[in-house]
């Protein structure tokens, strides 16, 4: 059975950091996709970050670009967000989802089929 378990949030204060991990279990990730989503309160979910696994290739949201790094640990079978310059619209919950093993990176939602649980990161004095 897939399963994507994400853990690493919690509360920061604005300018500071975090780092997200998404552990895999139940399927190697070195055919997929991974992406991390994240979903503020009365907001759509919203692409933050993908990695391919198949070619290393990564894709970014605008507001991610320049503060946020998405990488893989084949060895562990993880995947990463590591979160720089926080700030208050950073915060929600976060997601990781994988594809269903075609490997191109996208930012929407529609084109992953696998999703964990969800993480909270709270960006606030």
């Known amino acids: 059975q897939q399963q994507l378990v994400e853990s690493g949030g919690g509360l920061v204060q604005p300018g500071g950091s975090l780092r997200l991990s998404c552990l895999a279990s139940g399927f190697t990730l070195d055919i997929y996709a991974i992406a991390w989503f994240r979903q503020a309160p009365g907001k759509e979910r919203e692409g933050v970050a993908c990695?391919?696994?198949?070619?290393?290739?990564?894709k970014y949201a605008m507001s991610a670009e320049g503060r946020f790094t998405i990488s893989i640990d084949d060895a562990k079978n993880a995947t990463y967000l590591q979160m720089n310059n926080l700030k208050s619209e950073d915060t929600a919950v976060y997601y990781c989802?994988?594809?269903?093993?075609?490997?191109?990176?996208?930012?929407?939602?529609?084109?992953?089929?696998?999703w964990g649980r969800g993480t909270l990161v709270t960006v606030s004095e």
């Open positions: 989802a994988t594809d269903v093993g075609w490997g191109t990176c996208s930012l929407s939602p529609l084109q992953f089929e696998y």
């Open positions: 990695i391919s696994a198949r070619d290393g290739g990564t």
